[in-house]
């Protein structure tokens, strides 16, 4: 017996066998290297990260100076104003939700697993001052900032932007390859493509998966903490492993909207009340003057903390730039196909100047906070109460939070909670990262089906643990700066193509219609008011669409292929009806019209004139375009008008095609009636 069509639509797959093939091919390679010879590979991978960060550390900071920089310049410029999607698309998640899955997604283990343990190991070890010295806290604090600040969150958002614009902007895959657009053109979907796509999946999977080895390690050192168990064993973290995955699947199977959104927002309710008891239960008033005066350093540093790269500091100071800066830059980086795609994703609608300063200022606040908290909190406690404790603790990374919490109030309770929380923001990143690579594996395809995301779930978790089995997380580290610089270089290719579709945007934008036609003066007034005095419903514009703007497009169609150009009026449904002119290598010309309905005004000054006509919705025939701009009302226009209306759009059509610079745009794919 078979299937019925949609039930086996929910089972075939959606990968790209392209990208998938090769992508599992070099994963199982990589983890066969560090799992049957972890020694080897860790030497080797090491040795190549000596040589990375000897000879292109200044590329790394070269490179996230420009994503930077340039965002704030996109922001604060017209480019800012371009939505990512049609000039009506609205966002799908409320602003609340955006930030918390930005949150969530980003550095969610790495803000519970750094948070107290990188700002004492800088006050133990800074690279320019006296350690455990007053000096050596302010350096830590602003160092901590700058790893976790601004810069972190520009990789994210530089890539994010990119493939939100292109894929929601010019409708392309939301896959990393439809960033390379403007440059690479119809080689997008050939071999130069497919290696930008495998490259992005073996990278985030990797990355993802050695984050969630060091939420395993955290997570364990905090159970045996509050219960005294063994939790070392490689049995028990497998077993850990194993339930996550298996939350995950649950999260990813009920959907993005629902498993992670809930999730996320979980994360960082949570997060919020951690954060508020350190600051009660701690030094208060001390934290307090401590957070103003780490952002007033980070602010008034953060250029010569941009390009500082110890070139005249001592040969020691250069090795802990190379293993604290760096490492973060190209951990970001290694980073950025998996939170970009993901932030991306859940960002159509928003205006470019929205994405890039919530994606850069939000979360950089909320991390600032976080570590100033936990951080000086920290650093307060081992100068006052814990007598040098937690200085002498800070090589225990796994265990250095719960540590940290012995030192306060109720620490079983707050123990607890934030084992409880390191749990969530593990099943998230899991979710998340299922969700991101299948994206990936699938070159944005939304119709992919719950089983994949599962698949992908579970290959990150047997990643996460053969890593763990092997010892391979350190050798994965070293391999991750020597990957993220062919990315860096990728990244650079992606600001060029993004400031090429931007500006073929805004001269698609500038290029203005000719003078309106009569329809907006007095002529055919009575007819105007006629409609503006009466509800329409949704009868009277399906019957508008076919008796007017059916009329009229036909009349232009017709006098179109007496001139031998193919076109053809479409109707997807009752509510769509649209004249299509077909054009090789570019977007074919559309003028559509759709019915759209609006809840009719609390208070409406001409409801005495519809006669008892009903209230509800107010319904209107608006107009829409290949190129996604907004459209119009149309509902005054009678049939001449009409064709006026259309021979103006396609004149403009005709004209952008021979405008140089906006061939980008106009090649593009195009939208339809229900993108938008």
């Known amino acids: 017996m078979t299937s019925p069509p949609h039930e086996a639509s929910r089972l075939r797959s959606t990968w790209s066998l392209p990208v998938f093939v090769p992508g599992i091919l070099i994963l199982v390679t990589l983890l066969a290297v560090c799992s049957v010879n972890p020694d080897g590979a860790e030497r080797f991978f ?37 939505r990512l999607g049609a000039d009506d698309t609205r966002p799908e998640f409320s602003f609340t939700s955006w930030l918390a899955m930005l949150f969530a997604a980003g550095m ?52 994010g932007l990119v493939l939100a614009y292109f894929g929601f902007r010019y409708n392309l895959p939301l896959s990393l390859r439809s960033g390379l657009y403007p440059l690479l053109r119809e080689r997008i979907n050939g071999p130069l493509g497919h290696a930008v796509d495998v490259f992005a999946l073996v990278g985030s999977i990797f990355g993802i998966a050695t984050t969630l080895g060091f939420g395993v390690l955290q997570l364990s050192a905090g159970l045996h903490r509050l219960t005294g168990w063994d939790t070392g064993t490689q049995t028990f973290q497998f077993g850990l492993i194993a339930c996550v995955v298996a939350l995950a699947g649950v999260s990813a199977a009920s959907g993005l909207d629902k498993g992670v959104k809930r999730l996320s927002e979980f994360n960082l309710l949570l997060a919020m009340a951690l954060g508020l008891f350190v600051l009660l239960a701690g030094p208060t008033i001390a934290v307090l003057g401590l957070l103003l005066e780490n952002v007033g350093n980070y602010l008034s540093s953060v250029v010569a903390l941009t390009f500082r790269s110890f070139a005249y500091e001592p040969a020691n100071s250069a090795d802990w730039f190379s293993g604290w800066t ?63 404790a937690l200085s002498a603790a800070a090589s225990q990374v796994d265990a250095l939070l719960f540590i940290f919490f012995d030192y306060l109030p ?44 599962l698949f992908w779930a579970v290959v990150l978790g047997l990643t996460a643990g053969l890593l763990l089995y092997a010892g391979g997380l350190s050798a994965l580290q070293s391999m991750t700066l020597i990957a993220a610089l062919p990315f860096a270089a990728i990244m650079l290719l992606l600001c060029v193509s993004l400031m090429q579709g931007l500006r073929a945007d805004l001269l698609h934008i500038d290029r203005k219609l000719w003078p309106a036609t009569h329809f907006r003066s007095g002529h055919n007034w009575t007819y105007r008011l006629a409609v503006l005095l009466h509800a329409r419903h949704r009868d009277d514009v399906r019957r508008f669409m076919q008796d007017v703007a059916r009329s009229g497009m036909s009349e232009v169609a017709r006098a179109l292929e007496t001139r031998g150009m193919s076109c053809r009026i479409e109707t997807a449904d009752e509510d769509h009806l649209a004249l299509v002119v077909p054009q090789e290598g570019r977007r074919d010309f559309v003028y559509g019209v759709e019915l759209q309905c609006r809840p009719d005004a609390v208070f409406n000054p001409v409801a005495a004139a519809y006669r008892g006509q009903g209230e509800g919705d107010h319904c209107l025939p608006v107009t829409y375009f290949a190129d996604g701009r907004a459209g119009y009302d149309i509902r005054y226009m009678t049939r001449d008008e009409v064709i006026a209306d259309v021979l103006r759009q396609f004149e403009r059509y005709l004209e952008l095609s021979r405008q140089a610079g906006t061939e980008l745009l106009t090649s593009a794919p195009e939208h339809g009636p229900g993108q938008s």
Do not use: C, K
């Not at 700002?119 to 976790?148: K, N, V």
């Not at 950089?364 to 109460?385: C, E, H, R, V």
């Open 410 to 453: 109720v620490s079983g309770l707050t123990s607890s909670l934030a084992v409880i929380l390191i749990a969530v923001f593990f099943v998230t990143s899991a979710d998340s990262g299922a969700f991101v690579i299948d994206t990936i594996a699938s070159r944005g395809n939304p119709s992919s089906p719950v089983w994949q995301r």
């Open 326 to 388: 760096i490492l973060y830059w190209a951990w970001w980086i290694s980073w950025s196909p998996f939170v970009g795609l993901f932030i991306a994703r859940i960002s159509r609608g928003r205006t470019i100047r929205e994405f890039i300063l919530g994606a850069l200022f939000v979360p950089t606040g909320f991390n600032l906070l976080w570590m100033t908290l936990f951080g000086n909190t920290a650093i307060w406690l081992d100068q006052n109460t814990a007598n040098g």
């Open 108 to 159: 969610g283990i790495g803000l519970l697993y750094f948070g107290v343990a990188e700002p004492m190991m800088h006050y133990t070890a800074p690279p320019l001052a006296p350690p455990g010295t007053p000096a050596a806290a302010r350096e830590a604090m602003t160092t901590t900032f700058f790893h976790w600040g601004f810069h972190a969150w520009s990789v994210y958002a530089l890539v």
């Open 46 to 82: 090491l040795a190549g990260q000596r040589w990375v960060a000897a000879h292109f550390s200044w590329f790394y900071l070269l490179a996230v100076a420009i994503f930077s920089i340039l965002l704030l310049v996109i922001a604060a410029s017209r480019y800012g104003s371009i």
